[in-house]
T-cell receptor, first 114, second 118 residues
Framework: AQSVTQPDIHITVSEGASLELRCNYS??????LFWYVQSPGQGLQLLLK??????LVQGIKGFEAEFKRSQSSFNLRKPSVHWSDAAEYFC????????????FGAGTRLFVKA | DAGVIQSPRHEVTEMGQEVTLRCKPI?????LFWYRQTMMRGLELLIY????????DSGMPEDRFSAKMPNASFSTLKIQPSEPRDSAVYFC????????????????FGPGTRLTVT
């Protein structure tokens, strides 16, 4: 079955500290992997995506993610968090299996303390 | 590009009334998705269309919900009759399913419609 697990419901980090949000997936074919961010009262915005090639992908706002096939993981990282990064982050997987359907994780809410 | 447009942004209605949510996808996109987001259940896919044809409506909660896509630039999600448990934020998203553009399966979300049923 296709699924996405984000083990952390919420995370609190200090401004300027590094960040890693975890994501594990289960997918029966070659996965297309995404991270989206949702600020309060807004829709989801794509941060980055992985389809193939270099397993370390760069996204907007200084975020990066690393695809590790052996661990079925696609963790999101940022070296130095800014207060404006406080939001909810969703990992998602899609691809040819199941047509155009994309499976979203439950989300991780990031709190940033001064 | 104006992005995905949803209307209304907020809707407050009484139980039993009909509610219609509207969505205009990004021009040129060939897939459209309706999602519902609540604190309890997170983000749920209700239905999605490809080239205006419904592909999977298994997420539609019950017969009170219906969705249409009469053309490539417009879709509606209708709830009739509405119930308090339908209160949620409803998102529309579109994507270019195959080929060029921003890449397959990447979805662009609208700002959402916050529905409150009293």
């Amino acid at each position: 079955a296709q699924s996405v697990t984000q083990p952390d419901i919420h995370i609190t980090v200090s401004e300027g500290a590094s960040l890693e949000l975890r994501c594990n997936y289960s997918y029966g074919a070659t996965p297309y992997l995404f991270w989206y961010v949702q600020s309060p009262g807004q829709g989801l915005q794509l941060l980055l995506k992985y389809f193939s090639g270099d397993t370390l992908v760069q996204g907007i706002k200084g975020f990066e993610a690393e695809f590790k096939r052996s661990q079925s993981s696609f963790n999101l990282r940022k070296p130095s968090v800014h207060w404006s990064d406080a939001a909810e982050y969703f990992c998602a997987v899609g691809g040819n299996t199941g047509g155009f359907k994309t499976i979203f994780g439950a989300g991780t809410r990031l709190f940033v303390k001064a | 590009d104006a992005g995905v447009i949803q209307s209304p942004r907020h809707e407050v209605t009484e139980m039993g009334q009909e509610v219609t949510l509207r969505c205009k996808p990004i021009s040129g996109h060939n897939s459209l998705f309706w999602y519902r987001q609540t604190m309890m259940r997170g983000l749920e896919l209700l239905i999605y269309f490809n080239n205006n044809v419904p592909i999977d409506d298994s997420g539609m909660p019950e017969d009170r919900f219906s969705a249409k896509m009469p053309n490539a630039s417009f879709s509606t999600l209708k709830i009739q009759p509405s119930e308090p448990r339908d209160s949620a934020v409803y998102f529309c998203a579109s994507s270019l399913g195959q080929g060029g553009g921003p890449g397959p399966y990447e979805q662009y979300f609208g700002p959402g419609t916050r529905l409150t049923v009293t």
